[in-house]
């Protein structure tokens, strides 16, 4: 299996295709590398297609005292570097989003487009503002019998039994206290104020749906106006995991950004 060792930690990785553009997909909270399989069946055959597992997740396990989201951009050039990747469009979903947005304002010449899903990175504006009472409310009124998971649409398991069986089963391999995840990011203080993005210039889309209760889509969609050049497309009837609840219409939107941002 392909690792690379970014500070102390091993880093898993697969690479799939052989296209002349590459893609990498970093995973939220509830994923890893596997939770992308829509995505590479559907995109493999015509890009180079990266997948990994976040430091602290599944096949990358370390203490939680070395799960670091200032780390996450090392991480994922250390596998650019180990394949030969210049550069990449980079398709975010949640805590992956840290990985996205920290590379596009540390390293833009890696980063040819940049898509984040359900999201806002480290990106921040005084104008969209993700209420966390109103969050933990939300979440705590969400039944989690059988199957649901926040990251879900509530109404997901009783339309897609099987996928809701799966996406906790690919989350059940990660092996984490899910309280550390939000508990480091907070820690690391890595906000960045949109407003000092007066030179950003990579092609950015945001990906909401009218169901996500973690990242609402009005704070998304605010978020975004915020950020030079970038756009927001809400996907309607899905929760906060659009890419693998409603997949068709999310590799749809995937395909068309990617259609847009080529040279």
Known sequence: MPYVTSHDTAIYYDQYGAGER???????MGGN????FHQVA????????IVFDHRYFARSSCDEADFKPAFFPDDVMAIMDATNTQSATFVCQSMG?????????QHPERVDALLMSHTPGVFSHESAYNDPKKVA???SARPMTGFGSAAL???????????????AQISSFNGIDPAAVPRQINAAQLGVNTESLTDYDIPTLFVTADHDILFPPEFIS??????????????GDAGH????EIPEAFNRVLRDFLSSTSD
Do not use: R
């Open 97 to 105: 989003g840290w990985t996205g947005s920290q590379m596009a304002l």
């Open 137 to 139: 409310e939300q979440v």
């Open 153 to 167: 649409a509530s109404d997901f398991p009783e339309k897609n039994p099987a996928g809701a069986v799966l996406y």
């Open 222 to 235: 605010a978020l975004a106006k915020t950020i030079p050049g970038a756009d927001c497309v809400n996907l």
């Open 241 to 244: 995991s659009s890419y693998f």
């Open 22 to 28: 590459t893609i990498v997909f970093a995973h939220g």
């Open 42 to 49: 559907e995109f493999s055959g015509d890009f180079s297609v």
């Open 33 to 36: 590398a596997a939770i992308w």
